[in-house]
């Protein structure tokens, strides 16, 4: 198809030149040339390496899995191990030991260290006593179950998104039966059995957010933070641990807030319901909704932050922190994972900052900007003021 009458010289030119680079980089004698042109190799390699890297990706995933089951990286923060030693230690026969760790070193998990045999590498070490990273990817096992046919995801034979909420039937219904909240209307009957394991995740992984959102907000203006589907109150603790002065509301499912939470102090409110239902409470002056927001389709959204508008007082402030689509540099992470992710657990998207903007302001807010963090591929921040 070409560009539209109406276009411009300039989004006509731009149509047909990518219409011939497209033809170019299909072309298989084009693909011969440029792998022999000493000019255009270097491209060529790259080219065909990311394309590999994309379909061997699962591999690469399984790798690191079994690294983190076997408590790999762990053990050889003790130091390196010679090949005989991991294989006792994690019982596998050493053919199958090495070719696990020559894998590894592959993906600069781990590193030869000659007569030493393995040690961590560069990308072994951050895993290192990372419960939160760790339990992430042990997690993955539900979401690879259900992408294992993603024509079938996509067309919404998983997903409360491509018919009736509710309708995760059969073997691609394994993340939505991990995340129980997201498949029922009212989740204020969960048991608190049913939301152990995904409260359990959200607190090992929440130190890789906290503190981003520590670092680039001021939380000293406040009085009292209420964070709303807070979990066991891992980030309030964290708060906590920073500005010991601050009143804390909880704000999570009943069967949430019922959990023992040793890290959240005793002084903190702990208020049970669903945001779905019934109205937040009020008497903070900064709400935060910390990786919340993107589990949810707009109209819940902006229900959600019209709630967190009515129950702040003037001046108060909003949080919305949460890994967000097109973010610079990490455009795999927003639309791509989290794409892929949310359809499959049967509700949300991810969002721009852009598209969050325009659901605060409606929601009431002004002021709206977004933060800067260290790491936006773990976390965006945008706040806004109740003027």
């Given amino acids: 198809m070409g560009p539209s009458p109406g276009a411009g010289p300039w989004r006509r030119w731009q149509a047909r030149w990518q219409q011939w680079r497209d033809g170019c980089l299909a072309s298989p004698g084009f693909q011969r040339w440029a792998a022999a042109n000493p000019l255009t190799r270097p491209i060529a390699r790259r080219r065909a390496q990311q394309?590999?890297?994309?379909?061997?990706?699962?591999?690469?995933?399984?790798?690191?899995?079994?690294c983190v089951r076997l408590r790999a990286f762990d053990l050889l923060a003790l130091g390196p191990q010679p090949l005989a030693a991991l294989a006792t230690a994690w019982r596998l026969p050493e053919p199958a030991a090495a070719r696990l760790l020559d894998a590894a070193v592959a993906l600069r998990l781990l590193e030869h260290r000659g007569a030493a045999g393995y040690g961590l590498g560069p990308l072994g070490a951050p895993m290192v006593g990372n419960a939160g990273l760790a339990a992430m990817v042990e997690h993955h096992a539900a979401l690879y179950a259900d992408l294992h046919d993603p024509l079938a995801?996509?067309?919404?034979?998983?997903?409360?998104?491509?018919?009736?909420?509710?309708?995760?039937?059969?073997?691609?219904?394994?993340?939505?039966?991990?995340?129980?909240?997201?498949?029922?209307?009212?989740?204020?009957?969960?048991?608190t059995d049913q939301v152990a394991a995904y409260s359990a995740l959200m607190a090992a992984s929440q130190p890789l957010v906290a503190g981003e959102i520590l670092d680039a907000y001021d939380f000293r203006r406040h009085r009292c933070v209420l964070d709303v589907a807070g979990g066991d109150g891992s980030f309030l603790a964290s708060v906590h641990a920073r500005h010991p002065g601050l009143q804390l509301i909880l704000f999570?499912?009943?069967?949430?807030?019922?959990?023992?939470?040793?890290?959240?102090?005793?002084?903190?409110?702990?208020?049970?319901?669903?945001?779905?239902?019934q109205p937040l409470p009020r008497g903070a002056d900064l709400l935060t909704l910390v990786r919340v927001v993107h589990d949810h389709d707009d109209v819940t959204v902006q229900a959600l932050l019209r709630a967190a508008f009515e129950a702040l007082p003037p001046g108060g402030r909003l949080l919305l922190a949460e890994p967000m689509a097109g973010t610079p540099g990490a455009q795999a992470m927003g639309d791509a994972y989290f794409g892929l992710y949310l359809l499959a657990m049967g509700r949300g998207r991810p969002r721009t900052a852009a598209q969050l903007t325009a659901l605060m302001q409606a929601a009431g807010f002004a002021g709206v900007r977004q933060l800067r963090t260290r790491l936006p591929l773990q976390c965006s921040i945008m706040a806004g003021c109740k003027s």
């Fill in 51 to 66: 394309l590999f890297d994309l379909m061997a990706g699962f591999v690469y995933s399984q790798v690191l899995l079994a």
């Fill in 252 to 277: 999570d499912l009943p069967a949430v807030v019922a959990r023992p939470s040793p890290r959240l102090p005793a002084a903190a409110q702990r208020v049970g319901g669903d945001f779905r239902l």
């Fill in 153 to 191: 995801l996509l067309r919404g034979g998983a997903s409360g998104q491509g018919g009736a909420q509710g309708e995760q039937e059969g073997p691609q219904a394994a993340l939505a039966g991990y995340w129980p909240y997201a498949a029922t209307r009212d989740a204020r009957g969960l048991a």
